[in-house]
C-alpha cells in the first residue's frame, strides 16, 4: 500500500541553524501538507501545497519557513533559522483530491526536530 | 470556525471490555469528521471518516463512530478492546480556508490504555 515516508526520522540542530525536512508523498497525489506537533500539544497546521504554490498557511507559517517541491517526488520544509520553539514533530501529508474538506490526508511518521 | 473537543484526556479499559471515546465538534456548515490513530513512534493513521453519507461510520480494526448532529458529537467505539489497541486518538475535523485549500483541526487527543 503507498504511504508518505519522510526523513530524516529525528533531527538535532544548534538553534539558528538552517534545516531541511524532507517528505515523499504517495505519487498521485496532489496537495501536500506539513502539520507539527509540539510535545504535549495538539497537532497544528502549518501549510498546505497545490500546484507548486502554497494555497493557504497558518499563522505559525512565518517567513522563516518555506516549502518546496524541487522535482517530481519530495515536498520539502525549510526553517531558515530554527528556534528552541521549533522543536516539534513536523508532519508531512497528502491527499488525492480536489482539496475538499472530504479529502482524506495520509500522513508521514514524522520527523521529530530537536533545536539545542 | 471549526473545532473539536475530546473529553477524555485519558482512557483506561481492559481487554475484551468496550471502548468509548468522546468527541464534540463545532462547525459552521455540515462538516467532515475523521479518526487518527498515532501508535508509539508511527506516524497518524486514517481510522475512519464522516463525509455526509450514513450517519454510521465502520473503519478500520473494528471500530465504529457516530455522527450525531442534534448532540454534536462524533464518539468512536469499539465492542471489544485487543492490546493492540493501545495508542494515541485524535478527532479531526476538516475545514476549508477560503476558496483555495483545506486543513485539518485537530482535538487534543485521547491517550487509550488497555489491560490484560
Known amino acids: 500500500e503507498p504511504e508518505v515516508t519522510q526523513t530524516p526520522s529525528h533531527q538535532v540542530t544548534q538553534m539558528g541553524q538552517e534545516v531541511i525536512l524532507r517528505c515523499v508523498p504517495i505519487s498521485n497525489h496532489l496537495y501536500f501538507y506539513w502539520y507539527r506537533q509540539i510535545l504535549g500539544q495538539k497537532v497544528e497546521f502549518l501549510v498546505s501545497?497545490?500546484?507548486?504554490?502554497?494555497?493557504?498557511k497558518s499563522e505559525i507559517f512565518d517567513d522563516q519557513f518555506s516549502v518546496e517541491r524541487p522535482d517530481g517526488s519530495n515536498f520539502t520544509l525549510k526553517i531558515r533559522s530554527t528556534k528552541l520553539e521549533d522543536s516539534a514533530m513536523y508532519f508531512c501529508?497528502?491527499?488525492?483530491?480536489?482539496?475538499?474538506?472530504?479529502?482524506?490526508?495520509?500522513f508521514g511518521p514524522g520527523t521529530r526536530l530537536t533545536v539545542l | 470556525a471549526q473545532s473539536v473537543t475530546q473529553l477524555d484526556s485519558h482512557v483506561s479499559v481492559s481487554e475484551g471490555t468496550p471502548v468509548l471515546l468522546r468527541c464534540n465538534y463545532s462547525s459552521s456548515y455540515s462538516p467532515s469528521l475523521f479518526w487518527y490513530v498515532q501508535h508509539p513512534n508511527k506516524g497518524l493513521q486514517l481510522l475512519l471518516k464522516?463525509?455526509?453519507?450514513?450517519?454510521l461510520v465502520k473503519g478500520i480494526n473494528g471500530f465504529e463512530a457516530e455522527f450525531k448532529k442534534s448532540e454534536t458529537s462524533f464518539h468512536l467505539t469499539k465492542p471489544s478492546a485487543h492490546m493492540s489497541d493501545a495508542a494515541e486518538y485524535f478527532c479531526v475535523v476538516s475545514a476549508r480556508i477560503n476558496q483555495a485549500g483545506t486543513a485539518l483541526i485537530f482535538g487534543k487527543g485521547t491517550t487509550l490504555s488497555v489491560s490484560s
Open positions: 464522516y463525509t455526509s453519507a450514513a450517519t
Open positions: 501545497f497545490y500546484n507548486n504554490e502554497i494555497s493557504e
Open positions: 501529508a497528502s491527499s488525492e483530491g480536489g482539496g475538499g474538506t472530504t479529502d482524506t490526508q495520509y
